[in-house]
């Protein structure tokens, strides 16, 4: 009812902030009204990627639609309304409970879903009778006329231009959540994604352990493979992704060798840096995730690592002061420092879509 069109958009806003990253928006059909009297419908289907279980994705959806005006009756059937969500389809998984069949038990037969099923997913098939979505639109005995639209939705995700940074790197201290924030932006936004390899590093477990006896030959290590991978990830280009995003930085080696270091293995470690550094490609934009001491703490104790559990807040500190010194000389234009302190990005889309508006800002 009233701005179809504008109802659709609204709806689409709303799941891309609450519910998740939107792939795909087939195109918008207008379709007779179903099982009663009334005026037409405009309808779309969206390709939606949520960490959402199927319960709560069904409760969100109907938050959704009660903010944007439906009321809901015991004894409803159908009617006209402002907005209606439905969930066709999650992953393979078939269940019927009383709230929620999946998938949905009327997909079959309803042309204005698979049509519009169609455009976003061909090859997307029924988990129960294993028939594709073409087939189905073959076959199913619904008659209606459907009319597209001119008119597309569009899809909110443009409005962070993440691809247009071809290389875009994420650090942070110890436990700040540089890989995760790293891992959610390169699966949103089609990105290469370039993950430190310090589980490989034989070295990590027996610094901790001595410091003084192991940080030379850790850095060292740190320093060979991280320009190693450096190098030929970011140089290769990969027709399939559209930018590279990196949990690390480079210049991470001095920064951390700065405070692990004697004076004289700093300054020979210093020079070898620089000597690889210049072949390196640097990050069209810097984003420095900040979290308080304490918080880090937290987080290096909650993913038990048992190598971490005795990492001195004097070190973290230590750390932090490097990589502020660091971000002191880069251009303002080119680094984001972002204090994640009160954030929860990885359970909170709405704290991971403000650190995306403080990126792109």
């Known amino acids: 009812m009233g701005n179809r069109f504008e ?16 792939i795909k928006i087939s195109s918008v059909y207008e379709t007779p009204a179903i099982g009663f009297e ?3 419908f405009l309808n779309c289907v969206l390709w939606v990627r949520t960490s959402l279980s199927p319960k709560r994705l069904m409760a969100t959806v109907l938050d959704i639609e009660k903010e944007m005006g439906r009321e809901r009756k015991a004894e409803e059937g159908y009617a006209s309304r402002p907005i209606d969500i439905d969930i066709i389809s999650y992953e393979e998984e078939v269940k019927d409970t009383k709230s929620l069949t999946l998938p949905h038990p009327h997909l079959q037969d309803r042309r204005f879903v698979l049509q519009p099923l169609a455009d976003v997913n061909p090859q997307w098939e029924h988990p129960v009778n294993g028939m594709n979505v073409i087939k189905l639109l073959a076959s199913t005995k619904d008659e209606s006329v459907l009319s597209k639209q001119s008119k597309w939705l569009r899809n909110p995700k443009k409005d962070f231009p993440i691809p247009q940074l071809n290389y875009l790197a994420i650090e942070g201290n110890i436990g700040a959540g540089k890989t995760s924030l790293a891992t959610m932006i390169a699966e949103d936004f089609n990105a290469k994604l370039i993950l430190e390899r310090y589980k490989d590093n034989a070295f990590l477990p027996k610094f901790y352990k001595d410091q003084s006896r192991y940080a030379f030959p850790l850095e060292m290590s740190f320093l060979a ?3 190693q991978q450096l190098l030929e990830d970011i140089k290769q280009f990969d027709l399939f992704k559209d930018s ?13 060798a700065k405070v692990t270091l004697a004076e004289e293995e700093y300054a020979l470690y210093k020079k070898l840096f620089n000597l690889m550094h210049k072949e390196l490609p640097n990050p069209d934009l810097y984003v420095y995730l900040y979290q308080n001491t304490e918080r880090l703490l937290e987080n290096i ?6 190598y971490e559990k005795d990492i001195p807040a004097k070190y973290l500190q230590e750390l932090n002061e490097g990589y502020f010194e660091f971000i002191k000389g880069l251009p303002p234009e080119k680094v984001r420092v972002i204090d994640i302190s009160e954030m929860d990005f990885v359970k909170n889309r709405k704290d991971y879509l403000s650190i995306l508006r403080q990126i792109v800002s």
């Open 7 to 22: 109802h659709l958009q609204a709806a689409v806003n709303a799941i891309f902030e609450e519910i998740g990253p939107i």
């Open 38 to 40: 009334g005026g037409d």
């Open 225 to 227: 493979d991280r320009y």
């Open 244 to 256: 590279v995003v990196a949990d690390y930085d480079a210049y991470k080696s001095l920064i951390f």
């Open 301 to 306: 104790k909650k993913r038990g690592r048992s």
